[in-house]
């Protein structure tokens, strides 16, 4: 079983709908969860941390199950510009020790 | 603008050849970080440095070698590569080891003939 999984998509998806993706992670020592947004041939950039409690930035809402080891990214009111590549990012060590690992990523694709 | 400066971006180079490639960051980030990238793939974590020191080599082969010679500089020797190994080499810095936001620079795009 890989340590994170995604699934890759594509998810194609009309302006302004709302589109969920999940991620599972097997360690169940893992200690912080994040979500990073992977532009076509550019670098991978932090789109949001996955708080215990949840958590929302504008359109963009983050959640953390532990009990069933996934996390969750919605993406509400969806523009062209959102089309990317998600991925979902585990520290599977301790907070201040650890490996970051990167699942394979949901291509999201918004069309107008 | 990244804030993590690669390069060279892109180069190709024979299995005979030794080539470095070079990462600088100026943000007092006290980890960096060398992933692989391959097309339609994730990022794969290949060393981590803490305060200068090797920190993680999740067994990466003998031909690439890291070196950090300082807290803002991250380099990455390369010696008898082979063809598989072309791929999008990415240099990461966080301000501590274990930092979820890690700054990426644009990568290295490495061909191997």
């Known amino acids: 079983r890989k340590e994170v999984e995604q699934d890759p998509g594509p998810f194609n998806v009309p302006e302004g709908a709302t589109v969920a993706f999940n991620c599972t992670y097997s360690?169940?020592?893992?200690?912080?969860f994040f979500w990073y947004r992977q532009d076509c041939r550019k670098e991978p950039k932090l789109l949001m941390s996955?708080?215990?409690s949840g958590n929302e930035d504008g359109r963009f809402t983050a959640q953390l199950n532990r009990a069933s080891q996934y996390i969750s990214l919605l993406i509400r009111d969806s523009k062209l510009s959102d089309s990317a590549t998600y991925l979902c990012?585990?520290?599977?060590?301790?907070?201040?020790?650890?490996?970051?690992?990167f699942g394979q990523g949901t291509t999201l694709q918004v069309k107008p | 603008d990244t804030e993590v400066t690669q390069t060279p971006k892109h180069l190709v180079m024979g299995m005979t050849n030794k080539k470095s490639l070079k990462c600088e960051q100026h943000?007092?980030?006290?980890?960096m970080y060398w992933y692989k990238q391959k097309a339609k793939k994730p990022p794969e974590l290949m060393f981590v440095y803490s305060y200068e020191k090797l920190s993680i080599n999740e067994s990466v082969p003998s031909r690439f070698s890291p070196e950090c010679p300082n807290s803002s500089l991250l380099n990455l020797h390369l010696h008898a590569l082979q063809p598989e190994d072309s791929a999008l080499y990415l240099c990461?810095?966080?301000?501590?080891w274990g930092s979820g936001e890690l700054f990426f620079g644009e990568g290295s795009r490495l061909t191997v003939l």
């Open positions: 943000m007092g980030h006290r980890a």
């Open positions: 990461a810095s966080s301000q501590e």
């Open positions: 990012v585990v520290n599977i060590g301790s907070s201040n020790t650890g490996k970051l690992i």
């Open positions: 996955v708080y215990s």
């Open positions: 360690n169940s020592a893992s200690q912080s």
